[in-house]
């Protein structure tokens, strides 16, 4: 059981932020009662999947890293999204008022705010998404309330590039566009939530001056929600992943654009089916949160288990429930348990993100998982004098410490 954590008085405006957690895994199960479509759409209905074999995280990703992030007050986070690159890590918060934090992956030092907390120049007032983007030297945001993508100088955290859309891409207020820059070739893609009467493209790509490349017109359209939003993982390479999330639609779909075509890849049909704009936290609800690997396509599960009010902030208490998981090799779709046999810490914290394993612990977590995983869990001597090196110096108002491993 979890306790989820919301702010009453940013509750219309702000995604309800599910218990689930991302994660992959190898389906060797039974395979369920499915249906696949001439485009290559797997179609399940929950309440018919079979119980498959538990799967050990350590067959998913390779040798972990731990990173303790610096401390000093300027530097301190609480979690939040996570981007990776070769030398950097990159952390932000969404729908928070929280600048993007640079750090170097090596050692965890703290580089830099980029940009700012604002409505200045080079300042923004709330993150929907960034992409730290080393080899062309910057880092790449956009926020809720502004069509345009900014580029900031990661060696200096200052706007040095301003993108405008061709199209107006409105989504709610909880989430905005998704995009991929691809510094390379000058480029990016951009997909919005494919809302009625709204963006007129479903994706596109354009040039850094806003000239469109190419589009994918709308085939369908959602009614308009609140509470809707639209995951990129970034976890497979030359794609994006598109994985819709949230708790009170009919069913959940996850996509892949690739190629310049838009593919449905699992479809995941549920009994529950309420209004676009309806929030539902009583007892027994599900909510689900996918995402979208290589070779495997997961959904997340979990159920509220009560809430309970405090001031202005009020917790949802959860359990973690059986993921869904389809091998995109086999088609097999089964629910499976997930293992932690690196950390042996069961709060289910995986998040993959840019071909990454990425869990984040805070200081007091830490100081308790840290020293059951050197007892239980199945860890290098590298990992292990990792651990115990960040464990000796470690205090309750340190920063947070991440765990990264890469996908094999």
């Known amino acids: 059981m979890k306790t989820l954590l919301i702010n009453a008085a940013r509750c219309s405006s702000a995604v309800l932020l599910s218990a689930a957690v991302l994660l992959g895994a190898v389906s060797c199960g039974p395979k369920s009662t499915s249906h696949r479509n001439p485009e290559g759409l797997v179609s399940v209905n929950y309440a018919d999947l079979k119980q498959g074999e538990d799967i050990l995280i350590s067959e998913w990703v390779g040798e972990p890293e731990f990173i303790a992030l610096e401390s000093r007050p300027e530097a301190l986070v609480t979690?939040?999204?996570?981007?990776?690159?070769?030398?950097?890590?990159?952390?932000?918060?969404?729908?928070?008022?929280?600048?993007?934090?640079?750090?170097?992956?090596?050692?965890?030092?703290?580089?830099?705010?980029?940009?700012?907390?604002?409505?200045?120049?080079?300042?923004?007032?709330?993150?929907?998404?960034?992409?730290?983007?080393?080899?062309?030297?910057?880092?790449?945001?956009?926020?809720?309330?502004?069509?345009?993508?900014?580029?900031?100088?990661?060696?200096?955290?200052?706007?040095?590039?301003?993108?405008?859309?061709?199209?107006?891409?409105?989504?709610?207020?909880?989430n905005g566009f998704n995009f991929l820059v691809d510094s390379l070739s000058s480029t990016i893609t951009v997909v919005p939530l494919p809302f009625k009467d709204k963006c007129p493209a479903a994706a596109w790509c354009q040039d850094m001056e806003g000239n469109i490349l190419w589009e994918i017109p709308k085939t369908y359209t959602m009614e308009e929600n609140v509470f809707l939003t639209i995951q990129t993982g970034y976890n497979i390479p030359g794609s994006m992943d598109l994985?819709?999330?949230?708790?009170?639609?009919?069913?959940?779909?996850?996509?892949?654009?690739?190629?310049?075509?838009?593919?449905?890849?699992?479809?995941?049909?549920?009994?529950?089916?309420?209004?676009?704009?309806?929030?539902?936290?009583?007892?027994?609800?599900?909510?689900?949160?996918?995402?979208?690997?290589?070779?495997?396509?997961?959904?997340?599960?979990?159920?509220?288990?009560?809430?309970?009010?405090?001031?202005?902030?009020?917790?949802?208490?959860?359990?973690?429930?059986?993921?869904?998981?389809?091998?995109?090799?086999?088609?097999?779709v089964s629910l499976r348990n997930i293992v932690d046999d690196i950390m042996t810490w069961n709060d289910n914290n995986f998040r993959f993100s840019y071909g990454y394993l990425a869990n984040s612990y805070d200081a007091l977590t830490f100081q308790e998982a840290g020293a059951k995983a050197l007892t239980d869990g199945s860890l290098s001597e590298a990992a292990r004098t990792r651990i115990s090196s960040i464990l000796d110096g470690l205090t309750e108002n340190d920063n947070i410490i991440l765990m990264i491993a890469p996908l094999k």
């Open 243 to 332: 994985c819709f999330e949230s708790n009170n639609t009919a069913q959940d779909t996850l996509y892949v654009l690739e190629n310049r075509e838009i593919k449905p890849i699992l479809t995941v049909q549920f009994e529950d089916i309420t209004e676009p704009g309806h929030l539902d936290l009583s007892d027994g609800t599900l909510f689900r949160s996918p995402i979208l690997l290589p070779d495997y396509a997961v959904l997340r599960i979990s159920r509220s288990a009560g809430v309970t009010s405090r001031g202005a902030e009020f917790f949802i208490e959860y359990e973690y429930l059986p993921n869904v998981v389809m091998d995109r090799r086999t088609e097999e």
């Open 79 to 174: 979690g939040g999204q996570f981007t990776i690159s070769d030398h950097y890590i990159g952390v932000y918060r969404k729908n928070s008022e929280t600048p993007f934090k640079l750090f170097d992956r090596a050692t965890g030092k703290y580089l830099r705010d980029i940009g700012g907390i604002g409505r200045g120049p080079g300042e923004y007032n709330s993150i929907s998404s960034a992409q730290l983007d080393e080899a062309g030297g910057k880092v790449w945001i956009s926020t809720i309330d502004r069509n345009n993508i900014y580029g900031y100088d990661i060696s200096t955290g200052r706007l040095v590039a301003d993108i405008k859309l061709p199209y107006k891409a409105d989504n709610n207020t909880n």
